[in-house]
């Protein structure tokens, strides 16, 4: 019996159910008695193979929790009237409490979460044209929002929204869109809910494996849920805080958040690390490539004529086939190898034998969006999770090696993230301007889940006179993987990330009222907030400068093109720069390229093209020797010294100074973001040994070495005054991935190279990412705010910070002339 009669959830309709029905036929007939019942556990890591593609075949009348809880929707007749599609819904939302509260997950009732996870059901199951027939123009499909996420993270001309100055706004308006998504179906849910991270955290560990902060209220690990091994007897849920002088600890497994109650498991416990259990996310199915409706959106209907969507009429994304159109069953390989069809997910366990092609008359391919960044590219139908998933790499002891990592994380499976953390970053003296509060939620380099500030008392920090936090942004997307691992469609686990992105927004919040309390940013009391940028002041020395508003928010390019060229002309003559232009120039003039290579038009096409990709043969000239490719690939690959001698360009820190960069102390005893401990697999050890990790340097050992290489990498000081970084980011004191010219710092993960193949390295910013500029990555954001439904071409990033300030008094939703956000976070608890 369904646990409640929700009169506004679906039930799936014949069609759908016949299509899957025969989908699971014609998937369980292509490989019946050729799949392995399981897989032997690897490492003692209580997972699964890492790379195991496809070992069993799910049951095709699994249904999930929706489909079996889910009531009938309210008949769209019944709603409206005729010709007005959505009025009914628009009178319910107006008669509703603005600002509305978004609540914690655990202070919502068992009904409101049925309400919530039944209202997604309904946009799984619908497309938006239909949607949006019956409850109006703010209704999404599911597979469109994953679409509208991906179109931005793969923008040839640089991530939209990610590591840019458009993050927190591009996710504050993406996650609102998702809200007034789900309350177009349901408007008495109210609003989403968040996730209050530190209640769930690990205790963070010392060296010695000593807890130096104790574990979240409800942290609550067992078997079930989570990886079962410790890296240390304090992660333990009993054991947790007894160092901090507390007894014996007593937790409630259906308090913690990844519990059946809330997200379900964070490692997948079927065959492929899919969501399994009795939650209402267990075997939820991912989407397909042709759920998204490509022709509904190529252009957008507005009042001033037809606006085409150029991520959908370009194919940025485009997972597993260029083909545009039904994809949800080719009848046909098209040659793309990195499309899969389940009999050559069986062949081998990585699933990329080159010798099994799809081409036979039978191979019907279910295209899942899945983007490139994925550590496991998984034929798997459902979501996935895999927390254990990634690894440097291989690492020798005793002249042997073990570990054998497929990813990019160099930490461990269990969250740590504390109050602390939230605070540091949200107190605008140690955060003054928006570049530096984003460098406190962003990983500062690749893998590390480390963010960082430079103390209120400090107005320049040394390397190690700034301080670390684990990095909000980046420290639940790589602790649970799976699906929330990929950068493009990480929306397609929709508990976890848009509770997770929420608790990002309210830290953004509380930093804004923080910098009105320090009178950073002077609340003008309407809509414009001030100028954006100093230009004009630059005309003008007796001009008073203005350290408000706009100026902390826009990232103001305070520089003239002349110190640009010349900030560029430097740039140039660094070696590694020099050396990489210098390998492109002659492999280019090998291969008859007719345009002369440059730094000033140098693009990531060229940078991949020199690197080469993974596993991949890089092409020579005949009668040349194969090793010319190494030299191609080594001259284009950044090192360390490498990464210190751009630094030096762009900010005037000089790398050979010791006061300025100091490594090796950085870390202290605490075992933080970049050295947090895993899973353990070689079982208990609180030794600090030596060890050779994947490149053969000797480096200082925590309870899993394979995880901690990388404490030693260099963190960026202040930039100094009178460079450009510095009068970039309006005086920022610190650096990072997030700052200008990220192509620059080292963060060079594979999938940046492919999705953002036109960028080029010597801008400052991403194009498109500025304030002024839109808010879209192909697909604009609309109809968010009650006096603004965003005009012809969408929100701009101004008008979205405009239209969302906190609700201070005078400011009101509504109040055209002096707006604010239609929702505010709750304590929690």
């Not at 027939?133 to 990610?162: E, I, K, M």
Request: proline share 7%; net charge negative.
């Amino acid at each position: 019996e369904p646990l409640i009669a929700c009169s506004w959830c679906p039930s799936v309709n014949s069609r759908f159910m016949m299509t899957l029905y025969f989908r699971w036929f014609a998937l369980a007939t292509l490989v019946a008695g050729s799949l392995s019942a399981s897989v032997p556990d690897q490492d003692g890591t209580g997972a699964t193979d890492r790379t195991l593609m496809f070992s069993s075949m799910p049951d095709p009348n699994h249904a999930s929790w929706a489909e079996t809880h889910c009531g009938d929707p309210r008949p769209c007749d019944v709603m409206d009237t005729p010709g007005k599609p959505g009025a009914a819904i628009a009178e319910m939302n107006a008669g509703l409490t603005e600002p509305r509260e978004r609540k914690e997950w655990r202070e919502m009732s068992d009904a409101e979460i049925d309400k919530f996870a039944c209202a997604i059901h309904v946009m799984d199951n619908k497309t938006t044209r239909e949607l949006r027939a019956c409850y109006g123009n703010t209704s999404w499909a599911f597979a469109d929002l994953v679409n509208l996420h991906a179109c931005a993270a793969s923008d040839p001309r640089g991530d939209q929204g990610h590591r840019s100055p458009s993050f927190m706004l591009f996710h504050k308006s993406f996650v609102r869109t998702f809200e007034m998504a789900i309350l177009s179906i349901d408007p008495t849910i109210g609003a989403i809910p968040w996730w209050n991270m530190p209640l769930d955290s690990a205790p963070v560990l010392n060296l010695d494996g000593t807890v130096n902060v104790s574990a979240g209220k409800y942290y609550c690990p067992t078997s079930t849920t989570s990886p079962p091994n410790f890296g240390s007897k304090f992660d333990d849920p009993k054991m947790a805080n007894l160092e901090m002088g507390n007894p014996p600890r007593q937790c409630d497994p259906k308090k913690y958040i990844w519990s059946d109650a809330y997200f379900g498991k964070q490692l997948g416990s079927g065959p492929n690390f899919e969501v399994e259990g009795g939650g209402r996310w267990a075997n939820r199915k991912l989407h397909r490539y042709g759920d998204f409706d490509h022709e509904y959106w190529k252009h957008t209907e507005t009042e001033h004529g037809n606006v085409t969507n150029e991520c959908v009429d370009s194919k940025w994304f485009s997972p597993r086939s260029p083909i545009v159109g039904d994809l949800r069953k080719l009848e046909k390989f098209d040659g793309n190898l990195d499309q899969n069809c389940v009999r050559c997910c069986e062949v081998l366990k990585e699933g990329n034998d080159p010798t099994c092609k799809c081409d036979q008359p039978d191979d019907l391919v279910d295209v899942y969006m899945r983007g490139p960044t994925l550590d496991t590219a998984t034929c798997s139908p459902y979501v996935t999770r895999n927390p254990n998933g990634r690894g440097v790499g291989k690492v020798k002891k005793n002249n042997e090696y073990q570990f054998d990592g497929n990813g990019r994380s160099d930490q461990d499976s269990l969250l740590r993230y504390t109050q602390h953390d939230f605070d540091a970053c949200a107190n605008s003296n140690n955060t003054r301007n928006w570049i530096e509060w984003q460098n406190c939620q962003e990983e500062n380099m690749f893998g590390t889940l480390e963010g960082v500030y430079c103390p209120a008392d400090k107005e320049t920090c040394t390397q190690r006179e700034l301080k670390k936090v684990f990095a909000l942004h980046s420290s639940a997307h790589d602790k649970a993987l799976g699906e929330i691992g990929d950068v493009t469609t990480s929306p397609s686990d929709p508990a976890l990330f848009f509770s997770y992105h929420a608790y990002i927004d309210k830290n953004f919040m509380v930093w804004q009222q923080s910098m009105m309390d320090t009178k950073r940013m002077t609340d003008p009391g309407t809509k414009d907030l001030g100028a954006h940028d100093r230009s004009e002041e630059l005309d003008d020395p007796a001009r008073p400068s203005d350290p408000t508003n706009k100026n902390y928010f826009g990232y103001p390019r305070n520089v003239i093109v002349d110190d640009l060229n010349a900030n560029m002309h430097e740039l140039s003559k660094v070696p590694f720069i020099e050396g990489m232009v210098n390998a492109s120039v002659k492999r280019m003039e090998m291969r008859s390229w007719v345009v002369p290579v440059k730094w000033e038009n140098f693009d990531l096409m060229l940078w991949q093209d020199l690197k080469g990709r993974k596993n991949e043969i890089q092409w020579v000239p005949p009668k040349f020797d194969e090793s010319l490719a190494d030299e191609w690939r080594d001259a284009a690959t950044m090192k360390d010294t490498d990464a210190k001698a751009i630094y030096q360009v762009l900010a005037g820190a000089d790398p050979n100074d010791l006061n300025v960069y100091n490594a090796e102390t950085v870390t202290e005893d605490l075992l933080g973001p970049a050295c947090s401990s895993l899973t353990n697999v070689w079982g208990e050890t609180n030794d600090a040994e030596l060890f050779t990790n994947a490149k053969d340097e000797t480096a200082r050992g925590v309870f899993n070495p394979l995880f901690s290489s990388n404490c030693v990498q260099p963190t960026f000081p202040s930039p100094q005054p009178g460079f450009l970084a510095h009068n970039l980011t309006q005086g920022a004191r610190t650096y990072s991935t997030s700052g200008p010219f990220v192509y620059l710092t080292k963060y060079a993960p594979q999938d940046f190279f492919d999705r953002g193949n036109r960028a080029n390295p010597n801008l400052p910013w991403v194009p498109g990412t500025l304030l002024t500029d839109i808010a879209l990555g192909g697909l604009p954001f609309r109809n968010l705010f009650p006096t603004d439904q965003g005009g012809t071409y969408g929100y701009s990033n101004k008008e979205i910070l405009e239209l969302s300030m906190p609700c201070t008094p005078g400011r009101a939703p509504n109040n055209k002339d002096k707006p604010c956000s239609p929702y505010y976070y709750s304590k929690g608890e």
